[in-house]
């Protein structure tokens, strides 16, 4: 009798598990609406074009992910020569290196934000940072917005400069639709 009661909990643990493993997973794209801006002394800026998804499960964080890409081609400065300049090999390296990516490797819940663990990858350079995120809206419409610092020497991002600080602030609002 107790053989048949180890085997029954086995069986039911083993079907509660894999339920978990199934749940859906709801799949948002970033709208045009989004933000991702850049300060510093100088420059600030913002960058006009980005792409990606969201898969998320409030209730099984561990199936959440993000996937975006930022179009360097779109980054905008105010200064129209400083856009072209940080195009170029010094900088982003643009023809070689489009996108800037983003890709997470866990979601995790800590209060009231979210704290996403990815690479990001910069001129073909990976780094793991920690983003954390404040999410807003349910059902078909979230958010997420917070902001970080991203070290540019990390991904060789132009040179050592009293001008340009190595600190960059990076603030982003990323509202995406389910598909």
Do not use: C, H
């Amino acid at each position: 009798m107790k053989k048949y009661l180890v085997i029954i909990a086995y069986f039911s643990l083993l079907i509660l598990t894999s339920s978990l493993a199934f749940m859906p997973i709801d799949r948002f794209e970033i709208t045009d609406a989004f933000s991702l801006t850049f300060k510093s002394a100088d420059p600030s800026g913002s960058f006009k074009k980005m792409e990606g998804t969201i898969d998320f499960n409030e209730q099984n964080l561990a199936t959440s992910k993000f996937n975006l890409s930022i179009d360097i081609s779109t980054i905008k400065t105010g200064n129209g020569m400083r856009d072209k300049k940080a195009q170029t090999e010094e900088w982003f390296s643009a023809k070689k290196y489009p996108n800037i990516k983003f890709v997470s490797k866990t979601v995790e819940k800590e209060g009231d934000l979210y704290k996403i663990t990815g690479d990001l990858t910069v001129k073909g350079i990976s780094k793991v940072y920690v983003i954390k995120a404040k999410k807003s809206g349910s059902g078909n419409a979230i958010s997420f917005s917070g902001t970080i610092n991203v070290n540019r020497m990390d991904f060789k991002i132009g040179k050592k400069s009293d001008i340009v600080p190595d600190i960059m602030k990076v603030s982003f609002d990323l509202p995406a639709e389910q598909k």
